[in-house]
């Protein structure tokens, strides 16, 4: 009904930049927040960065100052910059938005990407 797909993701040395997209398509009405959310290998699955419809940003603290969110509501997209990377900034990450459809009723779906793996290298 929903589906997120990411794209962007790669090898990069310490210190470089990568962006990562997510574009959401199907049976959208509107979509409340959108995130970036990253797992690390034998980790849990972690917020990076969220952001509202009206471009309202949180960040984790590890992140921060580093990366930068943002969307286009036009195009159903959200973006994550990634500068200054770090090893530890190696994970898979995942796009995730909350999607209201409007068939067969509305109703508000928690949708995930398949997710990018983010690779930096020392």
């Known amino acids: 009904q929903v589906q997120l797909v990411e794209s962007g993701g790669g090898l990069v040395q310490a210190g470089g930049s990568l962006r990562l997209s997510c574009a959401a398509s199907g049976s959208i009405f509107s979509i409340d927040a959108m995130g970036w959310y990253r797992q690390g290998p034998g980790k849990q699955r972690d917020m990076v960065a969220t952001i509202t419809s009206g471009g309202s940003t949180i960040y984790a603290p590890s992140v921060k100052g580093r990366f930068t969110i943002s969307r286009d509501n036009a195009k159903n997209t959200v973006y994550l910059q990634m500068n200054s990377l770090k090893p530890e900034d190696t994970a898979v990450y995942y796009c995730?938005?909350?999607?209201?459809?409007?068939?067969?009723?509305?109703?508000?779906?928690?949708?995930w990407g398949q997710g990018t793996l983010v690779t930096v290298s020392s």
């Open positions: 995730n938005a909350a999607v209201l459809v409007s068939t067969p009723t509305f109703n508000t779906l928690d949708a």
